[in-house]
T-cell receptor, first 113, second 115 residues
Framework: NAGVTQTPKFQVLKTGQSMTLQCAQD?????MYWYRQDPGMGLRLIYY???????DKGEVPNGYNVSRLNKREFSLRLESAAPSQTSVYFC????????????FGSGTRLTVV | DQQVKQNSPSLSVQEGRISILNCDYT??????FLWYKKYPAEGPTFLIS?????DKNEDGRFTVFLNKSAKHLSLHIVPSQPGDSAVYFC??????????????FGTGTRLQVTL
């Protein structure tokens, strides 16, 4: 039982390059989330998907796009990477509304040079 | 504007003693609070939670206290063990908003339990 799987685990990008972070969960959860973790800033919500077919902006959505491909998969895309997007990215899932049993992936460490 | 604050970036406690981690929030509409634990190179894992209708919730060595008038919650770990060494995040949310269960996280406190 893998839980939440994120790929890749590490990535180095040059400024202006694009990439997609992949996330998949096998717990039949309805809701999925993308957070970033920065020193002194905690975890900040980028985008979330309450259920399959819906996506909404979180606290820091600028520079990102998301796709809820199906119930299992929720990807995060950086169209033109900037050094300010250097961070650790976490994907999480939860059963649904008013259920805070988040399961997090192990994270993607992204460096933009 | 940081709505959930953990003012102590780090805490060191001797094994066997009590660890107290603190968290303050500014949004009086928050009505559900959680603590997550994070080890290096891993994602956060859920530890314990409390609803605003309660002032205390206990689970084994972990107890969370909520003081709504002060907008303050704390996590007590008794007795502390070396395996408790990790970063602890508090988080808050609004229940029953009709959307996904979004959490607002604090900045984290690194706990080190020494022998």
């Amino acid at each position: 039982n893998a839980g939440v799987t994120q790929t890749p685990k590490f990535q180095v990008l040059k400024t202006g390059q694009s990439m997609t972070l992949q996330c998949a969960q096998d717990m039949n959860h309805n809701s999925m989330y993308w957070y970033r973790q920065d020193p002194g800033m905690g975890l900040r919500l980028i985008y979330y998907s309450a259920s399959e077919g819906t996506t909404d902006k979180g606290e820091v959505p600028n520079g990102y796009n998301v796709s809820r491909l199906n119930k299992r998969e929720f990807s995060l895309r950086l169209e033109s990477a900037a050094p300010s997007q250097t961070s650790v990215y976490f994907c999480a899932s939860s059963p649904g509304v008013a259920n805070y049993g988040y399961t997090f992936g192990s994270g993607t460490r992204l460096t933009v040079v | 504007d940081q709505q959930v604050k953990q003012n102590s970036p780090s805490l060191s406690v001797q094994e066997g003693r009590i660890s107290i981690l603190n968290c303050d929030y500014t949004n009086s509409m928050f009505d559900y609070f959680l603590w997550y634990k994070k080890y290096p190179a891993e994602g956060p894992t859920f530890l314990i939670s409390i609803s605003s209708i309660k002032d205390k919730n206990e689970d084994g060595r972990f107890t969370v206290f909520l003081n709504k008038s002060a907008k303050h919650l704390s996590l007590h770990i008794v007795p502390s063990q070396p395996g408790d060494s990790a970063v602890y995040f508090c988080a808050a949310s609004l229940m029953n908003t009709g959307t996904a269960s979004k959490l607002t996280f604090g900045t984290g406190t690194r706990l080190q339990v020494t022998l």
